[in-house]
């Protein structure tokens, strides 16, 4: 379910990279709509809607010289609208144009610094006052030699060719990342090459997306029955918000609570949900089973493992009770693809596997709904927004599926779930009424498996030690601990000792990710 839809747009054609998605977010990023579409795919009819403002030619893994896996449609050259070509689609440039492309005697990966050479329009506001800029490179393949009609715009020690142009074409290469953050203003580059070059015009906004995914939903499910898992997250809130907008009753959420939640969830799911958007939600009260199933384990493998097949069993069974079902939509987000395969089908190097509901649709032959496969977390974000999802859903910290159970080390208990819940509700609204939570990646309190001495009054005192976790990310891949004011932390600690009976000791985890995880299990 790709957004297909008649506006202006820049096309993106695909190689393999694993950035490939990333160009197209930049795109998005500076407003204007972006169709990516594989290499493989491309035809004549394709190239010849006038709906194409320009083209950007991706990275990808394979080398230019591979002319049976690479298959490149010369006819896109012929297209006469500008053209960039990134890392790999820079080399296809060249070598088509009757330059030369070689291995590199040195792989460049990482940070390169780049010199000026010629102004260009793509390099506007691009380099710094001394003609410099720092970019990412990742190639093991150079331009060694370039084509009659183009010029050198900049070189790095090892890329003698960063970037080439040949104005009187209208053709651009590029052997760094624009759409990286590491490389400085490469967003720059980008918008002098969609705005400047291609003079495309604004034409994309969350509201639009919004638009464009109900309507597509619309078509491809047609008067089906989608069921869906609710957890309340953002991610699955956002779908199920949005099917809810394209097919109404015919979207039925389970809600299982697991009742390893965060204080008081299950009632703001069934409030926000049920009461306020009227869904048709079906929710089971799954807390004494899960917590039968997990008695005396402290693996923390074999917890996580429980659950999850716990969980698909209980969604399972309700959902069977569902007559003509046909579809299971979850919230994949491309971040969660991007390990496993290119999302359009190119070439591309596999890395991971991903697992959702991890074996449901085969199992119970349903097809897929995956509105937000082609979105990163922040765009989900400001389409919940646009769908009217209450700000507290949207913009709440990241977590885990098997919910408070890995943030207990050691066997997981009614009375140590009680305890933890009322420890990291005080944490959270700290946080919030100090207006710390959203400069905040993911905060939450854990429950450790050691009872200390303490004293209280007169008396002495023997019980948990609760931890308390804030970090800052980008996307949780990498971490670093957040930095409060002694001031804060001492508060934090103080109200939860005074309030909760069972914790005498609280602890502030200054790891950062790595060495450590984010969560504890
Ligand atoms: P770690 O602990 O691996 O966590 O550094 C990275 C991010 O992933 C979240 N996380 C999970 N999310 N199911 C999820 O949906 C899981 O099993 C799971 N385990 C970790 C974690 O909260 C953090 O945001």
């Not at 069977?320 to 089908?345: C, R």
């Amino acid at each position: 379910m790709s957004p297909e839809v008649n506006l202006k747009k820049i096309l993106i054609i695909d190689f393999g990279s694993q950035f490939t998605q990333l160009i197209a977010r930049r795109v998005r990023e500076l407003g204007v709509y972006s169709q990516i579409i594989s290499h493989k795919k491309i035809n004549n009819q394709l190239l010849e809607t006038p709906n194409i403002n320009g083209i950007i030619l991706s990275g990808g893994p394979l080398n230019v010289y591979e002319v049976k896996k690479v298959k490149f449609n010369k006819k896109i050259l012929n297209s006469k609208v500008p053209i960039l070509g990134i890392c790999f689609g820079h080399q296809i440039i060249a070598k088509e144009f009757g330059g030369k492309v070689n291995k590199s005697e040195t792989r460049e990966f990482g940070l390169a610094n780049i010199k000026k050479i010629n102004n260009s329009k793509l390099t506007k506001n691009f380099f710094n006052k001394k003609g410099f800029n720092n970019v990412w490179m990742s190639h093991s393949d150079e331009v060694t030699k370039i084509p009659k009609g183009f010029k050198v715009v900049a070189s790095s020690t090892n890329s003698k060719f960063a970037i080439i142009e040949s104005i009187s074409e209208n053709f651009y290469g590029i052997q760094f990342h624009p759409e990286v953050t590491h490389t400085q203003n490469g967003k720059k580059l980008l918008k002098n090459f969609i705005f400047s070059i291609c003079k495309s015009k604004k034409n994309w906004s969350s509201k639009f997306q919004k638009k464009i995914l109900i309507n597509n939903i619309k078509n491809y499910v047609g008067s089906s029955k989608v069921i869906c898992a609710l957890s309340g997250g953002v991610d699955s809130s956002v779908v199920a918000k949005l099917l809810k907008s394209a097919i109404g009753k015919n979207l039925i959420c389970i809600f299982v609570n697991t009742g390893l939640l965060r204080k008081n969830e299950e009632f703001e799911i069934l409030n926000t949900f049920k009461k306020r958007f009227k869904f048709n939600l079906i929710y089971v009260d799954a807390k004494n089973l899960f917590l039968n199933k997990l008695k005396n384990i402290s693996d923390p493998e074999k917890k996580r493992k429980i659950i999850g097949n716990q969980f698909i069993k209980v969604f399972e069974k309700y959902s069977k009770k569902i007559k003509n079902v046909e579809f299971l939509a979850q919230g994949t987000l491309y971040p969660d693809l991007i390990e496993s395969k290119s999302a359009t089908g190119s070439q591309s190097s596999k890395i991971k596997s991903h697992h959702n509901v991890g074996g449901l649709p085969k199992k119970m032959k349903l097809k897929l709904v995956e509105p937000l496969k082609y979105l990163f977390k922040d765009e989900v974000r400001k389409l919940g927004l646009e769908l009217n999802l209450p700000k507290n859903v949207i913009l709440r910290h990241p977590f885990p599926g098997p919910g408070l159970a890995i943030r207990m080390p050691g066997i997981v208990t009614k009375e140590k779930l009680k305890i933890l819940k009322e420890a990291d509700a005080i944490f959270i609204q700290s946080l919030i009424s100090n207006n710390l939570y959203s400069k905040i990646w993911q905060a939450y309190a854990a429950l450790l498996p050691v009872k200390t001495v303490g004293v209280m009054g007169d008396n002495r005192t023997y019980e948990y030690i609760c931890l308390l976790r804030a970090i800052t990310s980008q996307d949780g891949m990498t971490a670093d601990f957040f930095t409060f004011k002694k001031e804060f932390i001492q508060s934090v600690s103080n109200k939860i000792i005074n309030n909760i009976k069972g914790v005498n000791r609280v602890v502030y985890d200054v790891t950062s990710k790595p060495p450590s995880t984010i969560e504890l299990e």
